[in-house]
């Protein structure tokens, strides 16, 4: 199935949800106006469309391959090339500092990039994403010596980064990582140890291999607080920063798996042959933290890789659906046989893929609005705002939209029927590796955890009352919109919003007192939560959407955006006060079954 990138409705998020116009008068965004934005959009979506997503089949039948006698590990047909053309556009460098060789747009515009390149190719798009992490990463810990050696490598994406955390016994739980790190007696380190499940652990597609590393130094306090982060490239530097020999961390295994299996994902060790060469980043025993922004760069990519397969899914889904004849319509039968998009149990299901990917793309928006004023803004009392605001929207970004995507994506196989099945519809491989998004970057479970508590119970709710007040600015706007759709969204938003408030109260109620009950709740918490700041991305999207109309501005489209945001009224915001009622008493019957009795 050929994808094609939904430039239109991108455009609409950044010009009303983002509002690129007011962004590119920020101080280093001039150059992200609308545009631009256009430009950037449409370039890249024919990049995506004609090179990555054409390899998106081929590299699931052909996942990539360790070399045992080598240690090579071989990437699926074409991705090297891929890659090659990738880096030689300069795409990897689009959101990052031009004093660092990137082209430093808004993250609004280069998270749509991020959503195209997801829907393209997912395993391809893995490699970028976990550079962008590393990049994140050193910019913020990193002392100068180490940002002018390895970021314009990373950004011009000649090198590559991943992120190496987790350890056979440590996963969610990162307290209890083993690995050491000794110091070498130059001031840098050697490193030994597992980690497991390492993105682009290996590949042959760039020069070098920047891992971004946790370990523990001798004596360092037990649990997260004793945790170091580490640089350790493939190939060590020289003096003069060129490509020197090869460090002591190797690949000994790559995973076979249910999805994504053109990403190589691989067991590494460090320092089986006398150590893995390490340079310190930032501070010692301040890893976490610093991993920590790193992640909260690839939380918010992968929330977004929930939208794109979102995407993919629903365009597969819809021309099928436009395609197969099958069954008389109900309210037409003597026409015999008609395409199945006719039938109202699959426009069902085509308008509730529709509405949450086009909410969630609102919401990862929103988000990515308000980190660009966090980060441009020249007054710091809104920096500070807006840099809460994205951080209480990252748990959500990366909860919601990667459960929607395995929701959008059951349904696609749904709309298929039998063929859905098959793999060579191409929806099975989505399905599949969509499974993936709800577990890497923290499970929706840990995204939840961070919702509860450090983003709602730590501030008192501050940010989630400061939300509440926005969207009850939104639904006064929303009470002059004319029409039954409009009516229907101020009437399901409200209520949903009062439902949110009702659950925001219990959690700020009982987060100390009975933490078990609070945490019984956490991911319906989120999905809540979620759920009502996405309606809110779409009332703002039909008030927009109305005006145009009311303009005569490409009705047909913006009528489309009407009818979304009424079936998002209609048949998920319906679903927030149910959820509230099972947050607020659902917890006993959680907590009452004893562990021993499963
Ligand atoms: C394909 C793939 C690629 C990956 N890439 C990377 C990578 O590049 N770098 C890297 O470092 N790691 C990577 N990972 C690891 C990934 O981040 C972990 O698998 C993930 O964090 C979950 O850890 P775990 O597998 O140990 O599961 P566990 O932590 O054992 O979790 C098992 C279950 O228990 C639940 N659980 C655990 N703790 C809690 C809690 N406190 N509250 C509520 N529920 C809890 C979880 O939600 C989950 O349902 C990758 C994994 C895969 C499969």
Known sequence: MNYVAPVKDMMFNLKHIAHIESLCELPDLSDSSADTAQAVLDEFARFNQEVLSELNWTGDQTPSSLDPATGVVHTSPGFKEAYGQYIEAGW?????????????????????????LNSANLSFALCPLLTDGA?????VAGSPSLQARFLPHLVSGKWSGTMNLTEPQAGSDLSLIQTRAQEAGDGNYLLFGTKIFITYGEHDMSENIVHMVL???????????GISLFLVPKFKLTDSGELGDRND???????????????????????????????????????????????????????????????????????????????????????????????????RMLMTMRAHVQSARALCCAAASAY????????????????????????????????????VSSLAVQVHGGMGFMEETGVAQYYRDAKILTIYEGTTAIQANDLVGRKTFKDRGEVAKLLLVQMQETLAVMSSIQGPQAQSLHKRLTQAREAYEQALA????????????????????LLLTAQVMAGWQMAKSLIAAQQAIDSGQDVEFHQSKVETAHFYAEHILTQSPGLAQSIVFGGDSVNAFRAESF
């Open 506 to 525: 219990f959690v700020l109620d009982n987060f100390q007192s009975h933490p078990a009950l609070v945490f019984a709740a956490g991911v319906p918490f």
């Open 215 to 225: 370990a523990r130094v001798k004596d360092a306090p037990a649990g997260v607080k």
């Open 372 to 407: 660009d004023c966090a980060h441009h803004h020249p007054d710091a009392s809104v920096r500070l705002q807006e840099q809460r605001i994205y951080e209480f929207m990252v748990p959500l970004v990366k909860g919601y939209s990667t459960e929607m995507s395995q929701w």
């Open 135 to 139: 990049i994140e990463a050193l910019r």
């Open 92 to 116: 990897q460098g689009l959101e990052h500092p031009q004093c660092f060789g990137g082209q430093g747009f808004a993250k609004s515009i280069s998270a749509a990039c991020t959503e195209m």
């Open 249 to 347: 961390v190797h690949c000994v295994q790559l995973e076979h798996k249910l999805g994504i299996k053109a990403s190589p994902t691989a067991v590494m060790k460090f320092g089986e042959h006398g150590g893995a060469h390490g340079l310190l980043v930032g501070e010692l025993n301040r890893g976490l933290e610093y991993m920590f922004i790193m992640m909260n760069a690839a939380r918010f990519a992968v929330g977004v890789q929930g939208v794109a397969i979102g995407e993919r899914a629903y365009q597969a889904a819809r021309a099928y659906a436009l395609e197969r004849i099958q069954s008389r319509a109900v309210d037409q039968p003597s026409q015999g046989p008609v395409a199945i998009v006719h039938h109202p149990d699959v426009k």
